[in-house]
């Protein structure tokens, strides 16, 4: 516990200095900086080589401090009550006297918001003036981080600080809907959709827009840097096969992300499964289906974008 308040101190200080701090969240490691400076959130884009087009997620820890930046509506209320903290992000209106900084948003008039679960970066949000501008902590289009060795790994001795929470618990990006004007899903996460239309009490589309409005749109994203065959029943000569159910025959190139076809399971271990198969150096990834049901639908989505090149 010392060791946390330690930490969290020292992430504060930095952050107040206008440096990126990576953070630990439920969903993935974020890559952390003030979002009410224009200074230190332009080091997230250069950090990430991510373009300035692409909208940053605003983290903050209470409803009152999201209310000086955003209008919230009855909609955000429901979803606030059943699923925050957690691994939902909401697209809402953005005030005028806000301060988030226009490298977050891109100039849009819209924000992308979340209120994170883990506990760390709970007590840092809550020591802090300002919430936290904070994409996962990866180079742009590159696997996910879920352990500060991940982000070590991304970034070595280029960012100043990680605070370390340990694995994150999901290992999936939240799920974000859009809440201006009628409800839409912009990017499956850990939610499941059915379940978000059943508390709003309609039924709600996830929108495949060609644009990127929010983060996890590029059609090339989550890569390995190595190429991806999906739907495979075998492997062939230099492929590692990710599966997600017990083989009878185990092959030293196989790696299981569940035995048992627990989708949840195998959302937590995906990213970690991809790293240790680029760190081995095979040079190709061949993948067993995944049913496109619940959690499996996100799955499918983040391994549709890494096999693209």
């Known amino acids: 516990m010392k060791k946390d308040l330690s930490n ?11 440096h990126c701090v990576a953070i630990p969240t439920e969903t993935v490691y974020g ?10 959130t332009l080091r997230i884009f250069k950090l990430k080589k991510r373009p300035k087009t692409n909208p940053l ?13 955003c209008e919230i509506n009855n909609n955000f ?78 970034f070595g001795k280029k960012i100043k600080f990680i605070l370390d929470g340990g694995s994150s618990e999901i290992g999936l990006e939240s799920t974000i809907i859009s809440l201006v004007n009628n409800p ?59 599966l997600i159910k017990k083989r009878k025959n185990f092959d030293r190139n196989y790696f299981y992300l569940t035995k048992n076809q627990n989708l949840k399971e195998a959302g937590k271990k995906l990213y970690k499964t991809l790293r240790r198969i680029k760190n081995l150096k095979y040079k190709k990834i061949a993948i067993e289906k995944i049913p496109n049901i619940g959690i499996g639908q996100t799955i499918n989505d983040r391994l549709k974008r890494a096999s693209k090149r």
Do not use: M, W
Not at 32 to 39: D, H, L, V
Not at 57 to 69: A, F, G, T
Not at 140 to 150: A, C, E, G, H, V
Not at 209 to 215: L, T
């Open 8 to 18: 969290i101190k020292k992430a504060k200080y930095l952050l107040n200095k206008n």
């Open 31 to 40: 890559l952390a900086a003030n979002a009410y400076s224009s200074k230190a």
């Open 57 to 69: 997620i605003v983290h903050y820890s209470k409803i009152q401090d999201l209310e000086r930046d």
């Open 77 to 154: 209320k429901k979803l606030y009550s059943k699923f925050c903290p957690g691994p939902l992000t909401f697209v809402l209106k953005l005030k005028r006297k806000s301060k988030i900084s226009k490298n977050v948003t891109n100039g849009k008039r819209t924000l992308a918001v979340r209120f994170p679960k883990n506990l760390i970066t709970k007590n840092l949000l809550s020591s802090l003036d300002y919430p936290l501008a904070a994409p996962s902590a990866n180079i742009y289009t590159q696997l996910s981080p879920i352990s500060k060795r991940d982000v070590k790994e991304e």
């Open 184 to 242: 839409k899903i912009l990017r499956l996460g850990s939610i499941d959709v059915k379940k978000i239309s059943k508390i709003l009490k309609k039924k709600i589309k996830y929108s495949k827009n060609k644009k990127i409005s929010v983060p996890g749109q590029s059609k090339f994203h989550y890569s390995p840097g190595i190429p991806i065959r999906l739907n495979a029943s075998n492997r062939f000569l230099d492929e590692a096969l990710i």
